[in-house]
Protein backbone atom coordinates (compact mmCIF):
# COMPACT_ATOMS: atom_id res chain seq x y z
CA UNK A 1 0.00 0.00 0.00
CA UNK A 2 1.25 3.75 -0.69
CA UNK A 3 1.22 6.46 1.25
CA UNK A 4 1.57 10.09 -0.97
CA UNK A 5 1.97 13.27 0.94
CA UNK A 6 1.93 16.70 0.17
CA UNK A 7 4.16 19.26 1.79
CA UNK A 8 4.18 23.08 1.61
CA UNK A 9 6.78 23.96 -1.75
CA UNK A 10 5.08 23.59 -4.84
CA UNK A 11 5.66 21.46 -7.46
CA UNK A 12 5.81 21.46 -11.28
CA UNK A 13 4.35 17.63 -11.48
CA UNK A 14 3.90 14.09 -10.21
CA UNK A 15 6.50 11.26 -11.21
CA UNK A 16 4.21 8.61 -11.67
CA UNK A 17 -0.06 8.98 -11.67
CA UNK A 18 -1.56 8.41 -8.38
CA UNK A 19 -3.63 5.42 -8.09
CA UNK A 20 -6.99 4.75 -6.60
CA UNK A 21 -5.70 2.75 -4.28
CA UNK A 22 -2.95 5.00 -3.30
CA UNK A 23 -3.97 7.01 0.63
CA UNK A 24 -3.40 10.77 -0.33
CA UNK A 25 -2.72 13.26 2.66
CA UNK A 26 -2.07 16.72 2.16
CA UNK A 27 -0.14 18.80 5.25
CA UNK A 28 -1.02 22.17 5.66
CA UNK A 29 -0.48 24.38 2.76
CA UNK A 30 0.67 20.99 1.40
CA UNK A 31 -3.56 21.06 -0.11
CA UNK A 32 -2.48 24.05 -1.85
CA UNK A 33 0.56 21.69 -3.19
CA UNK A 34 -1.96 18.87 -4.48
CA UNK A 35 -4.64 21.02 -6.06
CA UNK A 36 -2.21 22.39 -8.21
CA UNK A 37 -1.58 19.46 -9.53
CA UNK A 38 -5.16 18.22 -9.67
CA UNK A 39 -4.83 15.81 -6.80
CA UNK A 40 -7.56 15.23 -4.74
CA UNK A 41 -6.42 14.22 -0.47
CA UNK A 42 -7.97 11.36 1.19
CA UNK A 43 -7.28 13.35 4.58
CA UNK A 44 -6.07 17.38 5.85
CA UNK A 45 -4.09 17.66 8.59
CA UNK A 46 -2.78 20.65 10.20
CA UNK A 47 -2.60 23.59 12.23
CA UNK A 48 -2.93 25.76 8.66
CA UNK A 49 -0.89 28.26 9.82
CA UNK A 50 0.96 28.34 6.60
CA UNK A 51 -1.85 27.41 4.35
CA UNK A 52 -3.67 30.42 6.05
CA UNK A 53 -6.81 28.96 6.47
CA UNK A 54 -8.59 26.33 7.76
CA UNK A 55 -10.15 23.99 5.45
CA UNK A 56 -13.95 23.10 6.02
CA UNK A 57 -14.81 19.22 5.46
CA UNK A 58 -15.23 15.74 7.00
CA UNK A 59 -11.93 15.03 6.41
CA UNK A 60 -9.67 17.51 7.89
CA UNK A 61 -7.89 17.07 11.37
CA UNK A 62 -6.89 20.63 12.59
CA UNK A 63 -3.75 20.39 14.84
CA UNK A 64 -2.46 22.48 17.67
CA UNK A 65 0.06 24.80 16.66
CA UNK A 66 1.72 23.88 19.72
CA UNK A 67 2.55 20.30 18.87
CA UNK A 68 5.72 17.79 18.81
CA UNK A 69 5.19 16.82 15.12
CA UNK A 70 5.28 18.76 12.16
CA UNK A 71 2.55 18.44 9.96
CA UNK A 72 4.38 16.36 7.90
CA UNK A 73 5.16 14.02 10.49
CA UNK A 74 1.68 13.52 11.74
CA UNK A 75 0.38 12.77 8.82
CA UNK A 76 3.45 9.85 8.27
CA UNK A 77 2.59 8.73 11.73
CA UNK A 78 -0.77 8.57 11.23
CA UNK A 79 -0.48 6.92 7.66
CA UNK A 80 2.09 4.57 9.41
CA UNK A 81 -0.45 3.60 12.13
CA UNK A 82 -3.04 2.16 9.82
CA UNK A 83 -0.72 0.13 7.93
CA UNK A 84 0.94 1.38 5.26
CA UNK A 85 4.61 1.25 4.76
CA UNK A 86 5.44 2.87 1.15
CA UNK A 87 6.28 6.59 1.58
CA UNK A 88 6.40 9.05 -1.54
CA UNK A 89 6.58 13.08 0.46
CA UNK A 90 6.19 15.68 -2.13
CA UNK A 91 7.01 19.21 -1.78
CA UNK A 92 9.22 18.74 1.52
CA UNK A 93 12.76 19.54 0.38
CA UNK A 94 14.54 22.85 -0.03
CA UNK A 95 12.80 25.99 1.62
CA UNK A 96 13.11 25.78 5.27
CA UNK A 97 16.43 24.24 5.96
CA UNK A 98 15.03 23.20 9.61
CA UNK A 99 12.17 21.61 8.09
CA UNK A 100 14.19 19.87 5.52
CA UNK A 101 16.29 18.65 8.45
CA UNK A 102 13.27 17.24 10.26
CA UNK A 103 12.15 15.78 7.34
CA UNK A 104 15.65 13.52 7.05
CA UNK A 105 15.11 12.91 10.49
CA UNK A 106 11.62 11.25 9.83
CA UNK A 107 13.11 9.57 6.54
CA UNK A 108 15.63 8.00 9.25
CA UNK A 109 12.40 6.88 11.53
CA UNK A 110 10.73 5.44 8.75
CA UNK A 111 13.57 3.32 7.68
CA UNK A 112 14.32 2.10 11.33
CA UNK A 113 10.74 0.66 11.27
CA UNK A 114 11.17 -0.96 8.19
CA UNK A 115 9.27 0.96 5.86
CA UNK A 116 10.34 2.98 2.59
CA UNK A 117 10.47 6.54 1.41
CA UNK A 118 11.85 8.83 -0.79
CA UNK A 119 11.16 12.54 -0.25
CA UNK A 120 11.41 15.10 -3.58
CA UNK A 121 11.72 18.66 -3.80
CA UNK A 122 11.81 20.55 -7.23
CA UNK A 123 15.25 19.20 -8.13
CA UNK A 124 16.42 16.60 -5.25
CA UNK A 125 15.11 13.48 -3.55
CA UNK A 126 16.29 11.95 -0.65
CA UNK A 127 16.13 8.55 0.75
CA UNK A 128 17.38 6.67 4.17
CA UNK A 129 17.91 3.16 4.04
CA UNK A 130 19.06 0.92 7.21
CA UNK A 131 20.97 -2.40 6.79
CA UNK A 132 19.86 -2.27 3.63
CA UNK A 133 20.41 -1.09 -0.13
CA UNK A 134 18.80 1.16 -2.78
CA UNK A 135 19.26 0.35 -6.51
CA UNK A 136 19.29 3.45 -8.90
CA UNK A 137 18.31 3.30 -12.88
CA UNK A 138 21.04 3.45 -15.28
CA UNK A 139 18.61 6.72 -16.63
CA UNK A 140 19.78 9.10 -13.92
CA UNK A 141 22.35 12.00 -14.05
CA UNK A 142 23.89 14.32 -12.20
CA UNK A 143 24.98 14.35 -8.56
CA UNK A 144 24.27 11.32 -5.78
CA UNK A 145 25.76 11.80 -2.17
CA UNK A 146 25.85 9.20 0.50
CA UNK A 147 26.07 10.23 4.69
CA UNK A 148 25.89 8.09 7.29
CA UNK A 149 23.21 8.57 9.56
CA UNK A 150 24.74 6.15 11.99
CA UNK A 151 27.77 7.40 14.32
CA UNK A 152 29.37 4.19 11.90
CA UNK A 153 28.01 2.45 9.51
CA UNK A 154 29.57 -0.70 8.12
CA UNK A 155 29.94 -2.97 5.28
CA UNK A 156 28.90 0.24 2.84
CA UNK A 157 29.40 -0.73 -0.81
CA UNK A 158 28.70 1.70 -3.52
CA UNK A 159 28.69 0.19 -7.41
CA UNK A 160 28.08 1.64 -10.84
CA UNK A 161 28.76 5.38 -9.70
CA UNK A 162 31.69 7.58 -10.56
CA UNK A 163 33.71 6.75 -6.84
CA UNK A 164 32.95 3.15 -5.69
CA UNK A 165 33.58 1.46 -2.60
CA UNK A 166 33.15 -2.18 -0.93
CA UNK A 167 32.28 -3.26 2.60
CA UNK A 168 33.63 0.32 3.97
CA UNK A 169 32.93 1.73 6.70
CA UNK A 170 31.73 5.80 6.65
CA UNK A 171 30.94 8.19 10.03
CA UNK A 172 28.61 10.78 10.79
CA UNK A 173 31.61 13.49 11.42
CA UNK A 174 33.39 12.85 7.88
CA UNK A 175 31.32 13.66 4.31
CA UNK A 176 33.23 11.21 2.57
CA UNK A 177 30.59 10.27 0.35
CA UNK A 178 29.41 14.05 -1.08
CA UNK A 179 29.53 14.68 -4.73
CA UNK A 180 29.64 11.37 -6.39
CA UNK A 181 27.98 10.93 -9.88
CA UNK A 182 26.16 8.92 -12.20
CA UNK A 183 27.88 7.67 -15.06
CA UNK A 184 25.21 5.53 -17.40
CA UNK A 185 25.46 2.55 -15.33
CA UNK A 186 22.62 1.07 -13.23
CA UNK A 187 23.79 1.91 -9.50
CA UNK A 188 23.24 0.02 -6.09
CA UNK A 189 24.39 1.74 -2.88
CA UNK A 190 24.07 -0.71 0.51
CA UNK A 191 25.02 -0.90 4.28
CA UNK A 192 25.27 -4.23 6.37
CA UNK A 193 25.24 -2.52 9.11
CA UNK A 194 24.09 1.23 9.96
CA UNK A 195 21.75 4.03 8.36
CA UNK A 196 22.60 5.89 5.16
CA UNK A 197 20.92 9.19 4.07
CA UNK A 198 21.16 9.30 -0.04
CA UNK A 199 20.30 12.30 -1.82
CA UNK A 200 20.04 12.45 -5.33
CA UNK A 201 19.46 15.40 -8.58
CA UNK A 202 16.13 14.67 -10.30
CA UNK A 203 14.13 17.21 -11.11
CA UNK A 204 10.41 16.34 -11.11
Not at 88 to 106: E, P, R
Not at 122 to 142: C, I, P, Q, Y
Not at 154 to 172: F, K, N, P, Q, W
Request: aromatic share 8%.
Amino acid sequence: MRCLIFGALPIDKLPFAVKNDDFVIAADKGLATAKALGVQPDLIVGDFDSLGYAPRSENVIRLNVRKDDTDVGYAINLAFARGYRDFHIFGAVGGKLDHTIANIQLAADLAAKGASCVFYGASERFTVVENSSLALSAKKEGRVSVFSLAPRSEGVSIRGLSYGCDDAAITDHFPIGVSNAFIGNEAEISVKDGRLLIVWEEAL
